[in-house]
């Protein structure tokens, strides 16, 4: 029954590498976004889709594609992972016009770790 | 660059104690101001918000307030307790549109 899940929860890969994070949500919002949260807690939002289009693309290396087959899934596809690409990456959702009610419902997480 | 500037970085509390976490921002068009609990292995969730023409919310033991004028707003948690022991994101934002976070507050409540 979870609201925003992501997969998979951990993920170890060597530098170079292309993996993918997939996201779905089953509240029916409008909106998904990817945020990355670094070492330090920071969280820095890297894209943003409304209803299938993109409305946010952050200053992030072209490295980072996201695809939204449709409004419930939003996945992170990340081509030659570089060390620094490792972090907590956070899906998210929310609804339009309730976001000061009810806010962002966030993924769990997925930390990937590049090595 | 950050938009929001958040203050301390981390503290620490006893139970029943007060704590407060302090954030400042630039950008005179936010309009919604929110707060996000991070529980560790967890994403954030939605605490307690305020938009800019109200300068205080009480929500249980949690009061945002909020000064227009400084270009601060804060949060209390009163009567402190260990299940609060988590970190603390402030974040802004113009219209409802694209959330920008504080760099987080670690609070330790000791019992």
């Known amino acids: 029954d979870t609201a925003v899940s992501q997969t998979p929860k951990y993920l170890v890969t060597q530098m170079g590498n292309d993996k993918s994070i997939k996201c779905e949500q089953n509240?029916?919002?409008?909106?998904m976004y990817w945020y990355k949260q670094d070492s330090k807690k920071f969280l820095k939002i890297m894209f943003s889709y409304n209803n299938k289009e993109l409305i946010i693309n952050e200053t992030v290396p072209n490295r980072f594609s996201p695809k939204s087959p449709d409004k419930a899934h939003l996945n992170l596809h990340i081509n030659s992972l570089e060390l620094g690409d490792s972090a907590v990456y956070f899906c998210?959702?929310?609804?339009?016009?309730?976001?000061?009610?009810?806010?962002?419902?966030f993924g769990s997480g997925t930390r990937l770790t590049v090595v | 660059q950050q938009q929001v500037k958040q203050s301390p970085q981390s503290l620490i509390v006893q139970k029943g104690g007060i704590s407060i976490i302090n954030c400042a921002y630039e950008n005179t068009a936010f309009d919604y101001f929110p707060w996000y609990q991070q529980f560790p292995g967890k994403g954030p969730a939605l605490l307690i918000a305020i938009r800019p023409d109200v300068s205080e919310k009480k929500e249980g033991r949690f009061t945002i307030s909020f000064n227009k004028s400084a270009k601060q707003f804060s949060l209390h948690i009163m009567d402190s307790q260990p299940g609060d022991s988590a970190t603390y994101f402030c974040a802004a934002s113009i219209s409802d549109y694209k959330l920008s976070f504080g760099a987080g507050t670690t609070v330790t409540v000791r019992a």
């Open positions: 998210a959702s929310s609804q339009d016009g309730l976001l000061p009610r009810y806010g962002y419902t």
């Open positions: 509240l029916g919002h409008d909106t």
